[in-house]
């Protein structure tokens, strides 16, 4: 049988790595952040100085990119070249790096061979934009994670808090707003739910809610062994 693959996709701040996390950890099941991969793809090419806007060198590195993911605990290592660049690549202008090198398709292709080499027994739970549109076109269960906007920008705001930093709800929910407009409309693959996902709307639900509700609808898939 193949392997039982999960594809969580959504737009920014929807709860998605979280959930994915969680639902992964639950069946005990590999996790893709192939968000991790395009911020990793950033920060290197930054670091060894190949420029952004240089396609073709993008595409090499992409080919030849030295990560490797180790899975610790309910963590995932994200091992760059021997180095841990998991905190590092979290950070917001890493972020900003990933979202420039994501939208070269042929960057995305180079990069698709390395997303479903993650497809290994017992099952994996794969967290993206396009793991249900493009990566995992097969998978048995798409879930295509949303929330308001006022509810996704008071999340970020929260953790931005915790961390320390500063930011306003109105600059957040306005930044938001812009970035799915982005995503959304963009010429290579676009932020959208794939025609089989089942949209669920996050906006007055727990993680906890969220994660039992894909369990409930894995298993009514039988996609969990007993
Ligand atoms: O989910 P994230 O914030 O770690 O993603 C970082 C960037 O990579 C974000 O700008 C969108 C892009 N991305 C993508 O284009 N396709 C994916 N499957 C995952 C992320």
Same mark, same amino acid.
């Given at each position: 049988?193949?392997?039982?693959?999960?594809?969580?996709?959504?737009?920014?701040?929807?709860?998605?790595?979280?959930?994915?996390?969680?639902?992964?950890?639950?069946?005990?099941?590999?996790?893709?952040?192939?968000?991790?991969?395009?911020?990793?793809?950033?920060?290197? =090419?930054?670091?060894?100085?190949?420029?952004?806007?240089? /396609?073709?060198?993008?595409?090499?590195?992409?080919?030849?990119?030295?990560?490797?993911?180790?899975?610790?605990?309910?963590?995932?290592?994200?091992?760059?070249?021997?180095?841990?660049?998991?905190?590092?690549?979290?950070?917001?202008?890493?972020?900003?790096?990933?979202?420039?090198?994501?939208?070269?398709?042929?960057?995305?292709?180079?990069?698709?061979?390395?997303?479903?080499?993650?497809?290994?027994?017992?099952?994996?739970?794969?967290?993206?934009?396009?793991?249900?549109?493009?990566?995992?076109?097969?998978?048995?269960?798409?879930?295509?994670?949303?929330?308001?906007?006022?509810?996704? =920008?008071?999340?970020?705001?929260?953790?931005?808090?915790?961390?320390?930093?500063? =930011?306003?709800?109105?600059?957040?929910?306005?930044?938001?707003?812009?970035?799915? /407009?982005?995503?959304?409309?963009?010429?290579?693959?676009?932020?959208?739910? =794939?025609?089989?996902?089942?949209?669920?709307?996050?906006?007055?639900?727990?993680?906890?809610?969220?994660?039992?509700?894909?369990?409930?609808?894995?298993?009514?898939?039988?996609?969990?062994?007993?």
């Amino acid at each position: 049988m193949s392997v039982p693959i999960i594809t969580i996709d959504g737009p920014v701040s929807s709860g998605k790595g979280t959930v994915a996390r969680e639902v992964a950890v639950k069946l005990g099941w590999h996790l893709l952040d192939s968000g991790a991969l395009y911020r990793v793809l950033g920060f290197h =090419a930054e670091r060894i100085g190949v420029s952004l806007d240089d /396609e073709s060198a993008l595409i090499e590195l992409a080919k030849s990119l030295p990560v490797r993911f180790v899975e610790k605990g309910g963590d995932t290592l994200v091992i760059l070249d021997g180095d841990d660049v998991s905190d590092t690549i979290r950070n917001e202008q890493v972020g900003e790096l990933a979202s420039k090198v994501a939208v070269f398709q042929p960057v995305r292709d180079a990069l698709l061979g390395r997303q479903q080499a993650f497809a290994q027994s017992p099952g994996l739970v794969a967290d993206g934009r396009d793991m249900g549109t493009v990566v995992f076109t097969a998978a048995p269960l798409k879930i295509f994670l949303t929330a308001s906007a006022e509810e996704r =920008a008071r999340r970020r705001y929260n953790q931005l808090k915790d961390k320390g930093f500063g =930011a306003t709800l109105a600059a957040l929910i306005e930044d938001i707003r812009n970035r799915d /407009e982005r995503d959304m409309n963009r010429d290579v693959a676009p932020l959208r739910p =794939a025609d089989d996902a089942l949209v669920v709307d996050s906006t007055a639900l727990s993680v906890v809610e969220v994660v039992d509700r894909i369990l409930d609808e894995a298993q009514q898939r039988s996609l969990l062994s007993v």
